[in-house]
């Protein structure tokens, strides 16, 4: 089990939830191949950047950030943050914010979910997000012909206008849902739910599994000295834990900005 | 009682107000919010029973064991086939969105086959002495790559060229090694098979020798930032330390760390050390290492049936004379290594030459060749995969179709064949059946994951598995103990020499294809900047103000084989003297190994 935040007690959320699905990510494995971020979009029917996207405007669920440590030269190392909702399971503040309760944080699994059907666009939890990890759809998702033939059947595409993010890939939680329905089991056995992006991680830096399964990964990782959370002094209590032996890289993740006042390497 | 302007206009307000107070106007925001959901825009996704199917990805030597989830026998998603022992279960970003690229915008739909034929049997029929017909196979050491070979030996002055071989066709064996010496490979990021790479990562060092901090000298356990252009000082000093003094005054290294790493080398072997481009120097250096045997092996030959070994041999473009080919055939239906246009264009005879490009888009060979014919693309082609450059083990693995491909697709096989006059047959089959004759080796099935003797198997299932998913490995050892002659004389990959006209030195920042890929593919260099857009170069900022072109977004590229037109962004990371590049067709058009360049303004 997670030891608890010693400044707040565990919610009722927390209390009652099922399961609390997390995520380990290893920097220190983390190519900054990409594979993580296309496979996302493939099982999540994201389109392709619309003719005007840029950095700023582009859907990516899960997006990898090459930061550096600031020096100049030889000096100068970097490293992959691969960046997703961070899954807060505390004062979760899009939820605070959603004037339409289109985010949910569900009970189940303790995923914080986005329905875009009740979505009004108004962008506040995008302000209100501190970790960026909410997209909003300024165009209408298009894809090349034909390639609509490729799209997940599980997952609906979003309409213009309103926000997504990362839910885990709550599509295959539902499939392993009932698959362990029909062979009789109320629970997913550990292992048979896994989103996209750590089923696609080529050097398994990402893993996943239930917090509250001690025995599970990021369970382990959690308690890793060398374990991290993004802006862990907001008190959101994220369920990504961040792992790198590397003394910089936990000290980025604290700080707003990295030294040199970029976002990432190139601006 | 008499009604106002005033009353009226009161009504309204509160009957505009009191409504507020109802369901209505909420209801119709809800409706209108299910109508847009539903609009005519926005795709749906087809239904259908889900099935699993398998494959190999043919869009690298790799050749990665897939699994495509299928919806109504449509793939909709690739991933990995877990506890594959060749490709343990990851393909990359590029093979995970494979299933769409039969829907690229770009695709090639219409060719003039006919014409084609046409115009070579012409211009065959007028080929002088001294000329050839020739074909260019980018992919080479498939069962089509044979068919090319028996057809240029059935043919007068056939010639079979195809890009130089990595390690000139010696495999590495990554599990062998302790310590990895890399200079400016890209070890990490699409040098050999990314599952089987990560996999051994944990048992070797590996030193990243490089100007710039690519994504694998990120992640080595060591990176040495050496001077542009340095690599071969380096790799001399290494194998002999008298020559250290001057590496250190060429790598920006000091004696003390060349020296160390020499004695690293030494004392934690195995050891490999890996170039970018075959440099003679890292090839030397090995076999002082005595990688032979170790790190570096033969792998044993994959048999052909003993029809195809009267096959014309392979050459590289650089053995023909210039100006002597008249028809040239251009293979690029599976990606490959890319040879810059500017290297084949000299080869071809001065007077009408016939060029016939078989690919799925415009966007390689196509844009030079008279005739362009489309091509079956993966996930659509049949194909058999040779050995990965990180295979010690010999390997057959065919990437069978996972949707078929549209009508008056052109087969360059058949094509060639007929223009040399044979019957190309099934020349995967026969291949397949050579294989199982031979008794060799081991099949590994997909869908199940069991490794059966290929002893145990009948030729109709062997045939049968490979196409269902399916590899056939043989790991024997080959025994040969002395240092290969093909690794002492390399191929004609040569650095370029220093230039004051062109003054920069190109590094490819990304994986080396002319291929297109998938558009989703945008995600990784316009929805975010992880990786550049093919055609962009970075470089730092003081260089671009020496190029003058501080503050542009877009500039001209331009290196002793021509000039294309390419983005640029301001990068501090890069060195001044240097261009990071992501090769896009019109990049690998003019620049080969080691290649110099300026920038200058659009």
New interface residues.
Partial sequence: MIAPNSKSQPSRERQRAVSRYGMSIDLDRCTGCGACMVACAVENNVPPAHEGATARKGITWIRVFKVDNGEEGAARRSVFVPVLCQQCGEDTPCVHVCPQQAVEVDPATGIVGQMPERCLGCRYCMAACPYHARFFNWWDPQWPAGMEKTLNPDVAPRMRGVVEKCNFCHGRWHAAKERAAAAGKSEIEAGAYVPACVESCPTGAIRFGDLKDAASEPAVAAKDAHSFRLLEKLGTEPKIYYHSKRDWVRQVAAAPKPPNGKENARG | MQRTRRDILLFMGGGAAGAMLTPAPWRLVTDA??W??N?P???R????EITARYTNCALCPAGCAVRARC?AG???????VAGNPLSQG????FG??G??L????QRLKQGTPEEAAAAVRGAMAKCGPGESVAVLDLAPGRASSWTYRRAMAAVANGVYLAPPRPLGGAAVNLAKARTVLSLGAPV??GWGT??NV?AA?ANFRLIQAEPW?S??A??ADE?L?IRPGSEAALALALKDPKTAPSAAQATGLTEKQILDLANELTASGPALVLSADDLPEALALNQALGAWGQTLVARPEVPVPDAWKKAAPERVVASVPDSSIRVLFIDESVPGSHIPWSAVEKKLVRDNPVVVAFAWSLEGYGRHAQFTLPTAVYPELTSDIPPAIDSPAATFRISAPLVAPPARMTDPSAFIAKAAGMDAGNALQERADAIHKSGRGTLFTYADGKSTPLKDIKPDAFWKSLNEGACWVDDAAVGRASWPAFLSSPHDTQAEPQSTAFPLLVAFAEPRTASLT???????Y??????MAPNTA?LHPDTARASGIAGAARAVLETQYGRCAIGV?P???V?PGMLEVAAGPEVLDICGAFTRAKVVAA
């Fill in positions: 919010a299910i847009s959901e609009w825009g926005i795709p996704p087809a239904r259908g919806v449509q793939p909709v998603s690739l991933a990995g990851a393909p990359c970003a995970l969105t299933h769409q039969p829907y690229h915008p990490l990021d990314p599952g990560h990562r901090e994504r694998t990120a992640l990176w930032p998938s558009p989703l593919m945008s995600k990784l316009q929805d975010s900047d992880l990786r970075a962004i990068d501090e990371s060195p």
